[in-house]
């Protein structure tokens, strides 16, 4: 989800929130769940994702993102 004006956070980097993600799992957490969490935070943390994503302009362009992602080297 992208927020229209970014949200005030205490993040460590004293930046506001402007990306959210949300993960629906089915309870309890699952090794699976754990894995798409530790994957959905190294996309995060990947400028050019965040930049990728923001340039998307509908909701199919933004899955084609996630689905095309790899780590950086």
Do not use: N, Y
Request: contains cysteine; negative net charge; aromatic residues 6%.
């Amino acid at each position: 989800m992208r927020v229209k004006s970014p949200i005030p956070f205490a993040a460590p980097d004293g930046k506001p929130v402007s990306d959210i993600l949300v993960l629906l799992v089915p309870g309890p957490a699952s090794e699976e769940h754990l894995r798409i969490l530790a994957d959905a935070t190294q996309m995060f943390s990947d400028h050019e994702f965040r930049e990728s994503l923001r340039s998307c302009q509908d909701a199919p362009e933004v899955k084609r993102q996630f689905d095309v992602w790899s780590p950086p080297p």
